[in-house]
């Protein structure tokens, strides 16, 4: 069975902090300005093996080149409505189309994304987001490894006092997919449709100027479709997270977070410490303790526009019942935006590593002759794409400021290029891959 050497990636709902949110949008208040957001969203999840970010990012920093938030004219205490929207159809090539440690196939594919955007803003500094996006992957030669994703996202900021904001946020998804790696366990099925819910509330409270707090809680069930003799691997999660915001200088910020997460799988069995599983089992429960640090910068010099954000994430999963699905994973992650001409020409370049160590699983192959040596995995993602515009209105304005924009539909030219290694203790399971995209991007 192909999918048997396969990774894939279960993807998370990506908005985990209301104060970065990663929109062509930006909110208003100058004084609580978020950090710039990466390529990839800052999950609560930490990243599955080959959980590789789709070459569009969703929900990035808005190009310089690409056309500003239509806008309403307003006064200081009138609705103000801006949306904005792109569409990017990319044609691209897989080296290791099932992620095979031998006899990798290639293939081209397609891939196309479109996403929507509102933000309005309401006297007293609220404000209210939504979004809408589709996405997907169609391989030419092998149309079972193909993924289609749709997402909504309604977000609303409420200032209750000088000190005191509150957000509260829902995010709805599909997915579909043939390949998922779950909490470290290859999943092979004939097919991964699901659809996912969350809510989130959130209460920021700002300790002065470069100081915030937060304190966040929520609720998720994602519902799997159905395979014909086998286990639901639908799930109920609850959640709750606490972080501190420091401003460090002029657009350098230091965040610190704290996650916690417990699922209950409704139907998926609990594993014994050797893997197996037998009759009567309790169902799988997972408690998930991570730690986020994240530190951005941005800067202008020479001309030039830089971004940059560093990530250090600790993560312990564990298994209630037998400690089989039980894990601690260190991993890291780098980005950095570059505009060598302003408003024409950007690169983007990132690197994510990580190594998950679980704590009582050995290699599952009794044949190999490493059986007995603890499981382990390890991966390596490097990235880098480039935007170059073609047509169409700049948006700095003659104040120098990206936001002062012309409007007007704007054509640029993007690609990607990424690289990505897996290593695993178990045999036939570790795997090189290269992809590579070109398309364009139309912006408005």
């Given at each position: 069975?192909?999918?048997?050497?396969?990774?894939?990636?279960?993807?998370?709902?990506?908005?985990?902090?209301?104060?970065?949110?990663?929109?062509?949008?930006?909110?208003?208040?100058?004084n609580?300005?978020?950090?710039?957001?990466?390529?990839?969203?800052?999950?609560?999840?930490?990243?599955?093996?080959?959980?590789?970010?789709?070459?569009?990012?969703?929900?990035p920093?808005?190009?310089?080149?690409?056309?500003?938030?239509?806008?309403?004219?307003?006064?200081p205490?009138?609705?103000?409505?801006?949306?904005?929207?792109?569409?990017?159809?990319?044609?691209g090539y897989?080296?290791?189309v099932?992620?095979?440690?031998?006899?990798?196939?290639?293939?081209?594919?397609?891939?196309?994304?479109?996403?929507?955007?509102?933000?309005?803003?309401?006297?007293?500094?609220?404000?209210?987001?939504?979004?809408?996006?589709?996405?997907?992957?169609?391989?030419?030669?092998?149309?079972?490894?193909?993924?289609?994703?749709?997402?909504?996202?309604?977000?609303?900021?409420?200032?209750?006092?000088?000190?005191?904001?509150?957000?509260?946020?829902?995010?709805?998804?599909?997915?579909?997919?043939?390949?998922?790696?779950?909490?470290?366990?290859?999943?092979?099925?004939?097919?991964?449709?699901?659809?996912?819910?969350?809510?989130?509330?959130?209460?920021?409270?700002?300790?002065?100027?470069?100081?915030?707090?937060?304190?966040?809680?929520?609720?998720?069930?994602?519902?799997?479709?159905?395979?014909?003799?086998?286990?639901?691997?639908?799930?109920?999660?609850?959640?709750?997270?606490?972080?501190?915001?420091?401003?460090?200088?002029t657009?350098?910020?230091?965040?610190?977070?704290?996650?916690?997460?417990?699922?209950?799988?409704?139907d998926?069995?609990?594993?014994?410490?050797?893997?197996?599983?037998?009759?009567?089992?309790?169902?799988?429960?997972?408690?998930?303790?991570?730690?986020?640090?994240?530190?951005?910068?941005?800067?202008?010099?020479?001309?030039?526009?830089?971004?940059?954000?560093?990530?250090?994430?600790?993560?312990?999963?564990?298994?209630?019942?037998?400690?089989?699905?039980?894990?601690?994973?260190?991993?890291?992650?780098?980005?950095?935006?570059?505009?060598?001409?302003?408003?024409?020409?950007?690169?983007?370049?990132?690197?994510?590593?990580?190594?998950?160590?679980?704590?009582?699983?050995?290699?599952?192959?009794?044949?190999?002759?490493?059986?007995?040596?603890?499981?382990?995995?390890?991966?390596?993602?490097i990235?880098?794409?480039?935007?170059?515009?073609?047509?169409?209105?700049?948006?700095?304005?003659?104040?120098?400021?990206?936001?002062?924009?012309?409007?007007?539909?704007?054509?640029?030219?993007?690609?990607?290029?990424?690289?990505?290694?897996?290593?695993?203790?178990?045999?036939?399971?570790?795997?090189?891959?290269?992809?590579?995209?070109?398309?364009?991007?139309?912006?408005?």
């Amino acid at each position: 069975m192909v999918a048997g050497t396969a990774r894939g990636q279960d993807r998370e709902p990506s908005r985990d902090d209301p104060s970065e949110r990663n929109f062509l949008l930006r909110p208003t208040r100058t004084n609580r300005e978020p950090s710039p957001p990466s390529t990839y969203d800052p999950s609560d999840e930490a990243p599955p093996p080959d959980a590789a970010p789709p070459p569009v990012a969703p929900r990035p920093e808005p190009k310089p080149g690409a056309p500003a938030p239509t806008e309403s004219p307003s006064s200081p205490d009138d609705i103000v409505i801006k949306a904005n929207g792109r569409v990017r159809l990319e044609l691209g090539y897989d080296s290791n189309v099932f992620r095979a440690e031998r006899g990798a196939s290639g293939d081209g594919f397609f891939h196309g994304y479109g996403e929507a955007q509102v933000l309005v803003t309401f006297p007293e500094e609220r404000e209210l987001f939504a979004s809408v996006s589709g996405e997907g992957l169609y391989y030419f030669k092998d149309p079972i490894a193909n993924e289609t994703y749709a997402s909504t996202f309604v977000d609303y900021y409420h200032p209750l006092s000088p000190i005191f904001d509150v957000d509260v946020q829902n995010t709805f998804e599909y997915s579909a997919q043939n390949l998922l790696d779950d909490n470290g366990d290859l999943l092979p099925r004939a097919k991964f449709d699901a659809y996912d819910e969350e809510a989130r509330a959130t209460l920021i409270a700002h300790l002065g100027p470069r100081v915030s707090l937060e304190l966040s809680g929520g609720g998720r069930f994602k519902s799997f479709e159905d395979n014909p003799g086998l286990p639901s691997l639908s799930y109920w999660e609850a959640r709750g997270s606490a972080g501190i915001r420091y401003k460090v200088w002029t657009d350098g910020r230091l965040k610190v977070r704290y996650v916690f997460r417990e699922r209950q799988y409704t139907d998926l069995p609990a594993n014994l410490r050797d893997g197996t599983s037998v009759a009567g089992d309790p169902k799988l429960e997972l408690q998930r303790h991570q730690i986020v640090t994240t530190f951005s910068q941005r800067a202008e010099l020479f001309g030039m526009r830089f971004v940059a954000q560093l990530g250090y994430y600790v993560t312990y999963n564990k298994d209630t019942f037998q400690n089989d699905r039980s894990y601690m994973e260190h991993s890291v992650s780098a980005h950095l935006e570059w505009w060598p001409i302003a408003t024409w020409t950007a690169f983007d370049f990132d690197v994510r590593g990580g190594d998950r160590s679980f704590l009582v699983r050995r290699t599952l192959v009794r044949t190999d002759p490493r059986f007995g040596t603890a499981l382990e995995q390890s991966y390596c993602e490097i990235t880098i794409s480039a935007w170059q515009r073609l047509l169409g209105p700049p948006t700095r304005g003659p104040d120098g400021d990206f936001t002062s924009a012309e409007r007007g539909l704007c054509l640029a030219l993007v690609g990607d290029v990424s690289w990505y290694l897996y290593h695993s203790t178990d045999i036939r399971s570790s795997y090189g891959r290269f992809v590579v995209e070109l398309g364009l991007e139309a912006s408005f």
